[in-house]
């Protein structure tokens, strides 16, 4: 079970990005994923998470109606379409998985990428 995240960046106060989460090993049916991130001296906070079957997902309070979780069957990867991105969106994103449900306990950590939004 692996699980690689990409797609960081610079983006300016208002910009947009999109992250990926290429997942091998398993096919996404078997466990919900989820996106956390780390912000530099703050502890790890959980920003979404999709379910199974993409019948549940999860937001964080602070990114609720800015960020939106999918998955791809075809390319076995889950992204996130991140949108109005604040500075205090900046963080290392990971995305792990959460086992059977969306349970907040993250598993198979990928390598994160880097988010950085300029004010």
């Known amino acids: 079970v692996q699980l690689q995240a990409s797609g960081g960046g610079l983006v300016q106060f208002g910009g947009s990005l999109r992250l990926s989460c290429a997942a091998s090993g398993f096919t996404l049916d078997l466990y919900a994923i989820g996106w956390f991130r780390q912000a530099p001296g703050k502890e790890r906070e959980r920003v979404s998470c999709i379910s199974r079957t993409d019948g549940f997902r999860y937001y964080a309070v602070s990114v609720k109606g800015r960020f939106t979780i999918s998955k791809d069957v075809a390319t076995n990867t889950v992204h996130l379409q991140m949108n109005s991105l604040r500075p205090e969106d900046t963080a290392v994103y990971y995305c792990?998985?959460?086992?059977?449900?969306?349970?907040?306990?993250?598993?198979?950590w990928g390598r994160g990428t880097l988010v950085t939004v300029s004010s």
């Open positions: 792990a998985t959460e086992g059977y449900y969306c349970s907040g306990y993250g598993r198979n």
